[in-house]
């Protein structure tokens, strides 16, 4: 161990915590559940990611420039959208995608305008050791909100068909039709940003003001950065999911008002 305030981590010990993947590969395997596969590729895609990450951002902090930072963005945001498509669980209409990429980009820009220019304002405004992790957070928050509240709309109006037709036939307008399953879509995405705010500081310690302690900075900034780093994310998460379900679930039905739970193309 070095002779600093942060512990250094040998590599045996590192290795030693991929114990834990096995573990629940093994735990998959006995219970029978097909997600050995998908559970390896994350280990490793992970590992690869944030090592060419750290690499990376070491890079933009020390040569900032304002083309590489929005060029970061602009991959983060990419790659969000295409991993909501591959982990909805099925094949999602044009139409679909469509909703998914413009609440997903319209939500998150909004929000980490609003929080770089208003709450912080840092300058120059593109210095990336502001920007690129303050994006991280919101961008990835949002596409895990999304990504469920398109799991919980498919889901809901596969196994709700019957009621929704139901519904249609009796006179109900399409939007009044599928309302308590919209609410229940979006209720689900945020309840887990809801949740993290809930156990803060008792179950959850944020990494971000943790490490800002460590580091030397003031508990109370520390403290200030982390409270507008959630309030951001609440705010990201809220508004990319209601956005996405305004603009996606017209995309269920045709002129006539007639219901495909799969989605039109």
């Known amino acids: 161990m070095e002779n600093s ?30 997600r050995q596969k998908a559970l390896a590729i994350a280990a490793l895609r992970m590992t690869l990611q944030l090592v060419i990450a750290g690499y990376v951002l070491t890079y ?20 969000a959208i295409y991993t909501i498509y591959k982990q909805a669980g099925t094949r999602l209409s044009v139409s679909l995608k469509k909703s998914i990429a413009i609440s997903m980009i319209t939500g998150t820009t909004f929000c980490l305008l609003f929080f770089n ?13 502001y920007f690129i992790p303050i994006a991280g957070m919101i961008i990835g928050n949002s596409m895990t909100g ?12 596969t196994t709700q068909r019957d009621m929704i037709e139901g519904a249609l036939m009796l006179g109900a307008d399409p939007k009044a039709a599928v309302k308590p399953y919209v ?23 944020p990494g971000m003001m943790t490490g800002q302690i460590l580091s030397g900075v003031s508990p109370l900034l520390a403290i200030e950065y ?20 305004l603009l996606s679930h017209k995309n ?3 002129q006539d008002a007639q219901f495909f739970p799969e989605g039109k193309n």
């Open 5 to 34: 305030s942060i512990i250094d981590i040998e590599l045996w010990r590192l290795i030693s915590a991929y114990l834990f993947v096995l573990l629940l590969i093994l735990i998959f395997k006995v219970r029978g559940i097909t």
């Open 60 to 79: 933009l902090f020390e040569f900032s420039n304002p083309l590489l930072t929005l060029g970061v963005i602009f991959i983060m945001e990419g790659f």
């Open 117 to 129: 220019f208003i709450v912080i304002h840092f300058e120059p405004w593109y210095d990336p050791r």
């Open 146 to 157: 999304i990504t469920l509240s398109v799991k919980e709309l498919l889901n809901s109006f």
């Open 183 to 205: 609410n229940h879509a979006f209720d689900s995405a945020v309840l887990p940003t809801i949740n993290n705010m809930l156990g803060m500081g008792i179950i959850f310690l």
């Open 226 to 245: 982390q409270i507008v780093i959630l309030l951001g994310i609440l705010g990201s998460v809220g508004l990319s999911v209601i956005l996405f379900i």
């Open 252 to 254: 269920f039905f045709n």
